[in-house]
């Protein structure tokens, strides 16, 4: 099992805990509120990025050049908060759920010492006094044993290299994508 599947497998058992002990959690599916309110662009490791390029190499090829399309948009863009690229803006899915990167796995089920809670929402449960008994996952433990697969890169970058190196995606008139 590699070093990523473990990290995966662990958290999966954190979020499994919490969901089962807290049946009426938010995050969940039909919740995007974390995707439409990234402080920046999702950093990748190398091994998250080969899973994640895995997903978007599966995905048909109109949907992977709208995503190439966001992906570029984000990149050349400063604005903040940042909107997932890989976010369906129709359904609020993610198109490559099971190939999600870590931070995407953890977030609302793990909290960092001294930093609390990122999303608004369970912070007001939090607040309320509504989420006593959870057992939250260590996210600084989780950045230590991120860091052990490796330098992270933006999303954008990794994306910006696969497209450069393996040229999987071509527009109609046989440009890149995001060129015109």
């Known amino acids: 099992m590699s070093q990523l599947t473990e990290l995966q497998a662990d958290i999966d058992t954190r979020v499994a805990s919490i969901r089962e002990n807290n049946p009426d959690w938010l995050?969940?599916?039909?919740?995007?509120?974390?995707?439409?309110?990234?402080?920046?662009?999702?950093?990748?490791?190398?091994?998250?990025?080969?899973?994640?390029?895995?997903?978007?190499?599966?995905?048909?090829?109109?949907?992977?050049?709208?995503?190439?399309?966001?992906?570029?948009?984000?990149?050349?863009?400063?604005?903040?908060?940042?909107?997932?690229?890989?976010?369906?803006?129709?359904?609020?899915?993610?198109?490559?759920?099971?190939?999600?990167?870590?931070?995407?796995?953890?977030?609302?089920?793990?909290?960092?010492?001294?930093?609390?809670?990122?999303?608004?929402?369970?912070e007001k449960q939090v607040a309320d006094g509504a989420l006593p008994d959870v057992v939250w996952g260590n996210h600084d433990a989780i950045d230590h044993r991120l860091a052990r697969l490796g330098e992270g890169r933006p999303l954008t970058e990794w994306f910006a290299e696969w497209v450069h190196d393996a040229q999987p995606l071509k527009q109609q008139d046989g440009s890149a994508p995001g060129k015109t």
């Open 27 to 122: 995050c969940g599916k039909g919740c995007d509120n974390c995707c439409r309110r990234l402080a920046e662009v999702p950093q990748l490791t190398a091994p998250e990025w080969n899973l994640l390029r895995d997903g978007l190499a599966s995905l048909a090829p109109d949907h992977l050049q709208a995503i190439a399309l966001e992906i570029t948009a984000v990149a050349s863009s400063n604005i903040r908060p940042v909107i997932c690229p890989l976010l369906d803006h129709n359904t609020g899915a993610c198109p490559v759920y099971l190939h999600r990167p870590v931070a995407c796995r953890s977030y609302g089920f793990y909290m960092q010492r001294n930093v609390g809670l990122f999303c608004r929402d369970i």
